[in-house]
């Protein structure tokens, strides 16, 4: 199948959920020259339609008694329900060239939004479009090559937190059998930040309004690989990877000269992170164990105008992690269980109180946690590149920063097509300050401008527990194609949030004596063939 056909409380992420789900692709069986047209397209078809409703996404209690703002950022109720449909295809042009192609389209109910347009500006949003050319294919080597759009991800976890994205660009894929595989991300037009008066189809990203065109140095790349081997022994898969990026003059890209408002040149920020993951799989004959491990050190610069006091911000840390799985056949029944332990460094403060490290920086990996934190809040375990620089906000209800997260999930599967899948996720901030609390007036008058004492505050809520996240989810597969499924989950704050800072520090105030339960309720069908 091209996409999930339900939806798992131990998998939900903006990966796996209809909304942002990516379509990949399927693979297709070789086409014979005798066979007829239809039989060299191969496609995939989706449509689902949920209902959601959450609130306290800011762990807040409404507060219509403070002013306007404050009621504006805690009455954070909703519900609403939307329909997507989505499509990938395979057409085999010729034996060595195909054409791969998917795109989904989602829409509102109410008002006669479900045929509008996306944040993009388009009707469809594109995940595949790309050309994949077999170049070389002899005994014991293929090369092959893919241009344009494309999924690309290390492999070999159920959550890959330091690269799962869409690539735009080239890669290579060299296939050596036994002696393992190759693929190369040779080329990786991550974001375009330049001046749109030269391309007529430009679209203007983020509204961003750039004063000069920073000498052409205004796209971010990213470049890599990985060697994976899956062939050698039976069960086990081994991984060697390293990425790196360049970061064009846009967002963290760009500070020295405030977006291009002071002058046309790019700070020249880097990110780099290679790392090794490695899994066992045992088949057995009523069960599937597994076990896998991880390790990634990342590093590079985020510089800054330090000309106003401030420390360019180094990229200096590591994430590793760990797992098991097992899979269970119990006759009129099916058991799953997964455990699951992920760390990855947070950001370090100086005795000064400002920044001197983000940490480890990933590629642009998964979300983390289920229905509340992965697909509402959309949380990730680390801070990353993105399309405007390195993307850090360990204070944000949209957070991003260095985590360490600790998974468990069973599920049980019955004869008569019912699931029922349980999860739990614990996190816990692992950043951390040299600040001298005692002191906080004294470091709040030598803050440089731009920074307040707000932001020194808000230190003395790093490295405490962030909070624990419960999900259930309830599923019925009708038939092969139709499957109606339930989510619901809770997420329950920690001491983190406990520590109220204001919106100066970040969107995620918290509060000292009244903190809410985060829940939200999901249900919905979808139908693939």
Same mark, same amino acid.
């Given at each position: 199948?091209?996409?999930?056909?339900?939806?798992?409380?131990?998998?939900?992420?903006?990966?796996?959920?209809?909304?942002?789900?990516? %379509?990949?692709?399927?693979?297709?069986?070789?086409?014979? %020259?005798?066979?007829?047209?239809?039989?060299?397209?191969?496609?995939?078809?989706?449509?689902?339609?949920?209902?959601?409703?959450?609130?306290?996404?800011?762990?807040?209690?409404?507060?219509?008694?403070?002013?306007?703002?404050e009621r504006i950022e805690t009455d954070d109720r909703h519900t609403f329900a939307y329909t997507s449909i989505a499509l990938g295809a395979n /057409?085999?042009?010729?034996?060595?060239?195909?054409?791969?192609?998917?795109?989904?389209?989602?829409?509102?109910?109410?008002?006669?939004?479900?045929?509008?347009?996306?944040?993009?500006?388009?009707?469809?949003?594109?995940?595949?479009?790309? %050309?994949?050319?077999?170049?070389?294919?002899?005994?014991?080597?293929?090369?092959?090559?893919?241009?344009?759009?494309?999924?690309?991800?290390?492999?070999?976890?159920?959550?890959?937190?330091?690269?799962?994205?869409?690539?735009?660009?080239?890669?290579?894929?060299?296939?050596?059998?036994?002696?393992?595989? %190759?693929?190369?991300?040779?080329?990786?037009? /991550?974001?375009?930040?330049?001046?749109?008066?030269?391309?007529?189809?430009?679209?203007?990203?983020?509204?961003?309004?750039?004063?000069?065109?920073?000498?052409?140095?205004?796209?971010?790349?990213?470049?890599?690989?990985?060697?994976?081997?899956?062939?050698?022994?039976?069960?086990?898969?081994?991984?060697?990877?390293?990425?790196?990026?360049?970061?064009?003059?846009?967002?963290?890209?760009?500070?020295?000269?405030?977006?291009?408002?002071?002058?046309?040149?790019?700070?020249?920020?880097?990110?780099?992170?290679?790392?090794?993951?490695?899994? /066992?799989?045992?088949?057995?004959?009523?069960?599937?164990?597994?076990?896998?491990?991880?390790?990634?050190?990342?590093?590079?610069?985020?510089?800054?105008?330090?000309?106003?006091?401030?420390?360019?911000?180094?990229?200096?840390?590591?994430?590793?992690?760990?797992?098991?799985?097992?899979?269970?056949?119990?006759?009129?029944?099916?058991?799953?269980?997964?455990?699951?332990?992920?760390?990855?460094?947070?950001?370090?403060?100086?005795?000064?109180?400002?920044? /001197?490290?983000?940490?480890?920086?990933?590629?642009?990996?998964?979300?983390?946690?289920?229905?509340?934190?992965?697909?509402?809040?959309?949380?990730?375990?680390?801070?990353?590149?993105?399309?405007?620089?390195?993307?850090?906000?360990?204070?944000?209800?949209?957070?991003?920063?260095?985590?360490?997260?600790?998974?468990?999930?069973?599920?049980?599967?019955?004869?008569?097509?019912?699931?029922?899948?349980?999860?739990?996720?614990?996190?816990?901030?692992?950043?951390?300050?040299?600040?001298?609390?005692?002191?906080?007036?004294?470091?709040?008058?030598?803050?440089?401008?731009?920074?307040?004492?707000?932001?020194?505050?808000?230190?003395?809520?790093?490295?405490?527990?962030?909070?624990?996240?419960?999900?259930?989810?309830?599923?019925?597969?009708?038939?092969?194609?139709?499957?109606?499924?339930?989510?619901?989950?809770?997420?329950?704050?920690?001491?983190?949030?406990?520590?109220?800072?204001?919106?100066?520090?970040?969107?995620?105030?918290?509060?000292?004596?009244?903190?809410?339960?985060?829940?939200?309720?999901?249900?919905?069908?979808?139908?693939?063939?």
């Open positions: 199948m091209v996409v999930p056909s339900t939806a798992l409380a131990q998998e939900l992420s903006p990966e796996e959920a209809v909304s942002t789900g990516k %379509v990949q692709a399927p693979e297709i069986a070789p086409v014979e %020259v005798e066979e007829e047209e239809d039989e060299r397209l191969e496609w995939d078809f989706r449509l689902t339609s949920e209902v959601h409703s959450s609130d306290n996404a800011g762990f807040r209690q409404l507060d219509e008694e403070n002013g306007n703002q /057409y085999r042009v010729l034996d060595d060239t195909r054409l791969n192609f998917s795109a989904s389209h989602s829409g509102l109910w109410g008002s006669d939004q479900i045929g509008g347009t996306n944040e993009y500006g388009g009707f469809f949003y594109v995940y595949d479009l790309n %050309v994949d050319w077999t170049a070389v294919d002899v005994d014991g080597f293929e090369l092959s090559a893919k241009f344009g759009r494309q999924a690309h991800t290390i492999g070999g976890t159920p959550r890959d937190y330091f690269l799962r994205d869409n690539v735009d660009g080239l890669t290579l894929t060299l296939d050596m059998e036994e002696a393992g595989r %190759v693929r190369i991300l040779a080329f990786d037009l /991550y974001a375009s930040q330049g001046r749109p008066d030269t391309v007529s189809f430009l679209q203007w990203h983020s509204g961003r309004d750039l004063v000069y065109n920073m000498r052409g140095e205004t796209n971010t790349f990213r470049y890599g690989g990985v060697y994976e081997n899956t062939d050698l022994v039976e069960g086990l898969e081994a991984r060697a990877f390293g990425y790196f990026a360049s970061i064009g003059g846009a967002g963290t890209g760009a500070d020295r000269t405030h977006e291009g408002t002071l002058g046309n040149f790019s700070d020249n920020d880097f990110s780099w992170l290679a790392g090794a993951r490695a899994s /066992y799989f045992l088949e057995l004959d009523t069960a599937r164990l597994g076990v896998y491990g991880e390790y990634a050190y990342s590093g590079g610069i985020d510089r800054k105008e330090v000309n106003i006091g401030v420390h360019d911000v180094a990229i200096d840390g590591q994430a590793f992690g760990a797992g098991l799985s097992g899979d269970m056949d119990l006759g009129p029944a099916g058991l799953s269980l997964a455990l699951q332990y992920f760390r990855a460094d947070g950001a370090q403060y100086g005795a000064d109180g400002l920044q /001197y490290n983000h940490g480890f920086v990933s590629m642009g990996g998964s979300y983390a946690g289920g229905l509340n934190m992965g697909r509402y809040n959309g949380w990730r375990p680390s801070a990353y590149v993105s399309r405007d620089g390195i993307a850090h906000g360990e204070h944000d209800i949209r957070r991003e920063g260095g985590t360490q997260i600790l998974h468990a999930g069973l599920g049980a599967t019955l004869e008569q097509g019912l699931r029922l899948d349980l999860g739990a996720w614990m996190y816990q901030d692992t950043g951390s300050t040299n600040l001298d609390f005692d002191r906080l007036d004294a470091a709040g008058d030598r803050l440089p401008s731009g920074y307040s004492r707000d932001q020194l505050e808000a230190q003395q809520r790093l490295g405490k527990s962030l909070g624990t996240e419960l999900n259930a989810s309830l599923s019925y597969q009708a038939n092969d194609a139709l499957s109606l499924y339930g989510v619901g989950g809770i997420f329950l704050p920690g001491e983190f949030y406990e520590i109220e800072i204001t919106r100066n520090a970040g969107s995620a105030r918290g509060s000292v004596d009244n903190l809410q339960q985060f829940w939200a309720v999901s249900a919905g069908a979808t139908l693939v063939f």
